[in-house]
């Protein structure tokens, strides 16, 4: 079910699915209801009723939502519409349900960021996922993210970068490479082919050392592994999705 998981503070994890969780979007012309019952087995699998996880409806831009609880449940077969429309969200564990967001790819890069408080590793954390895929990338999705936290008055903020498709993999159009590499210039590459590439993990990873964010994990190729969904390598296809939630509800971290 989890590509990776990890307990990354105490009482604090980060995990990334795998094709074995199924696919969790409601978007790809998946049944609803099959969809819905899958994130029921994730949010238990996580140990987190009768919280749940909040997704998100993904535009490819950088809108930040800030959300304040655990997702309501919504019914069986009917859209996200409890979902805000947005490529990142960020929760305050001091005021929401242990804060547990997903964020959902195919190739594009989750990322997940907990940040800490001045108080200290015993304080209630705040805790961001984003989905970066080109446009976001370049339109600077991951550093107004980590500003939203900021603003939530987190510091020593970490980030896990999950799977997402490598630069050696991701052929662009030679003009695509040169808009983004305009922007973000750690993104410019070339691919296994010799072919103009775009190397989106690392032009994460570049904007997160500009913000002052530590990496603490990075994920291997979608395109690559078979266990994990990719648009790129599939065509049609599902998505797998990052997570933070807190082992405990928010009333129980103060």
């Known amino acids: 079910m989890f590509s990776w998981r990890a307990e990354v503070r105490p009482g604090i994890w980060v995990a990334f699915t795998n ?3 199924g ?26 009723s009768p919280r749940r996880f909040q ?16 997702a309501p449940a919504g019914e069986p077969g009917t859209p996200a519409a409890d979902a805000p429309t947005a490529d990142a969200l960020t929760a305050d564990a001091m005021v929401s349900a242990g804060g547990p967001l997903a964020v959902m ?15 200290g590793r015993d304080a209630p954390p705040v805790f961001g996922v984003v989905h970066a895929g080109r446009p976001g990338l370049a339109a600077g999705v991951v550093p107004a993210a980590v500003a939203q936290l900021r603003e ?18 991701y052929e ?19 691919t296994a082919q010799g072919t103009p590439g775009l190397d989106l993990p690392a032009g994460v990873r570049s904007q997160l050392a500009a913000e002052g964010v530590a990496v603490e994990y990075s994920g291997g190729c979608t395109r690559e592994d ?26 129980a971290l103060t």
């Open 19 to 21: 094709v074995a969780a």
């Open 23 to 48: 696919n969790l979007a409601l978007h790809v012309g998946d049944d609803p209801a099959q969809v819905h019952r899958r994130r029921e087995l994730l949010e238990q699998a996580a140990g987190l």
């Open 55 to 70: 997704f998100m409806n993904q535009v490819h831009g950088k809108e930040v939502a800030v959300v304040g609880g655990g």
């Open 105 to 119: 790819v195919a190739d594009c890069v989750p990322i997940v960021l907990v940040g800490e408080r001045a108080a």
């Open 152 to 169: 939530h008055g987190a510091t020593g903020i970490s980030a896990w970068i999950g799977p997402s498709i490598c630069g050696q993999c």
């Open 172 to 190: 662009v159009p030679d003009s695509m490479r040169a808009e983004v590499a305009e922007s973000v210039p750690a993104a410019w590459c070339t």
């Open 226 to 251: 078979a266990g994990l969904y990719s648009y790129r390598r599939d065509g049609r296809t599902g998505r797998f999705a990052g997570l933070v939630w807190t082992a405990t509800p928010a009333g």
